[in-house]
């Protein structure tokens, strides 16, 4: 079986780590393509970061810091108390010296011409992942936040000042806590992107297209947004199961209900699937996985064209995870995707 999944953040990371057990424990052999959102990547200190793939890549290497979720494990932060030292980047945004070496390596071969995706083949050399880890597009569409100068500021603009200011993604998400009401979220370049190679094959070619419990605004929005990938998950025959990222009307981590905020929709498990739609009705969805304590929404769901299944929804580790995914294959099982 062909299995492709969108993914981005460390919900991400967590599914993507239990669909690679729940594949092992059934009988292994099935290919497992990740397509990683790209929207979260900058450069900082004159070296290319790509926050969710190092993510999901250093958790499927045994390598992460489990407890923060992010970053290597047994890291060290000497070069960025250097770098603060000397004034560059964001003193608040912290490399690990480990975590710098990925994107040393990532920005050498980035400068000798690779693109992104070749660059992440490389990169999954290192370790057996079992996994195929694609970069979402080879264009760079880093995510910046549009905000309000005032509360930027903490003052009123002067007259001709402009109203609103503009951040990248990183610094209102890791500086600001995302407590900076967004007035909205805008992709650089995206007009001009497309999926990096083998994303669109990989959606065509597979059995089943999973999407992960990341964030639907800034990682499985990101991707949706680049040219091609809706028509691609239009068309393909593979059914459609997304997994909600929303428990009991919370967001399962980060500030992904700031970001739903934003864009007008409610922070509810049901909300995200009508966000994301029926497949049936040009929308993305044929299955969708809600928490036990969203089970009451899933009748009503159903009802609007989205299969919906009530299960345990928390990944606490590689067992809940691997469960979680096995219920997302099986409704996919039981699935015919629509027309």
């Not at 993510?55 to 992010?70: C, F, Q, T």
């Not at 494990?73 to 990925?102: I, K, N, S, Y």
């Not at 600001?176 to 007035?183: D, F, G, H, K």
């Not at 089943?208 to 800034?218: E, F, K, Q, R, T």
């Amino acid at each position: 079986m062909r299995i492709t999944v969108l993914a981005g953040g460390v919900g991400g990371a967590r599914f993507v780590r239990g669909v690679r057990e729940e594949v092992a424990r059934r009988r292994g052999g099935d290919e497992i393509t990740v397509v990683v959102n790209t929207g979260d990547d900058l450069w900082l200190a004159g070296v290319r970061l790509m926050p969710d793939f190092d993510s999901i890549l250093y958790a499927l290497a045994g390598v992460n810091d489990a407890e923060r979720g992010w970053g290597r494990a047994g890291e060290t932060e000497r070069v960025a108390a250097e770098l603060r030292e000397w004034g560059v980047g964001w003193p608040w945004f912290t490399l690990g010296d480990l975590d710098l070496g990925t994107h040393l390596a990532r920005t050498s071969w980035l400068r000798d011409g690779l693109t992104p995706s070749q660059v992440g083949e490389r990169l999954q050399r290192r370790w057996p992942i079992g996994v195929r880890l694609i970069p979402a597009t080879d264009t760079e569409v880093d995510t910046h936040v549009l905000v309000d100068a005032a509360g930027l500021s903490g003052a009123a603009p002067l007259p001709g000042a402009p109203a609103t200011a503009e951040l990248h993604f990183q610094e209102w998400w890791t500086r600001y806590r995302a407590a900076l009401p967004a007035l909205a979220f805008r992709q650089r370049n995206n007009d001009a992107a497309r999926p990096a190679p083998g994303v669109a094959e990989a959606i065509a070619d597979a059995d089943v297209v999973l999407i992960a419990p990341s964030n639907p605004v800034v990682s499985i929005g990101t991707i949706l947004a680049i040219p091609g990938m809706r028509d691609a998950l239009a068309a393909t025959r593979a059914p459609v199961v997304g997994v909600s990222p929303i428990i009991g009307g919370k967001v399962v981590r980060g500030m992904a209900d700031a970001c739903l905020h934003a864009i007008g929709v409610e922070t509810d498990a049901g909300a995200v699937a009508r966000h994301y739609g029926a497949r049936g009705s040009g929308g993305l969805l044929d299955g969708w996985l809600v928490d036990e304590t969203d089970a009451p929404a899933a009748d009503a769901l159903t009802a609007d064209g989205i299969t919906t299944r009530a299960v345990p929804l928390w990944m606490r580790d590689v067992d809940t995870s691997a469960a979680l995914a096995r219920d997302a294959l099986d409704l996919a099982g039981g699935l015919r995707p629509a027309a």
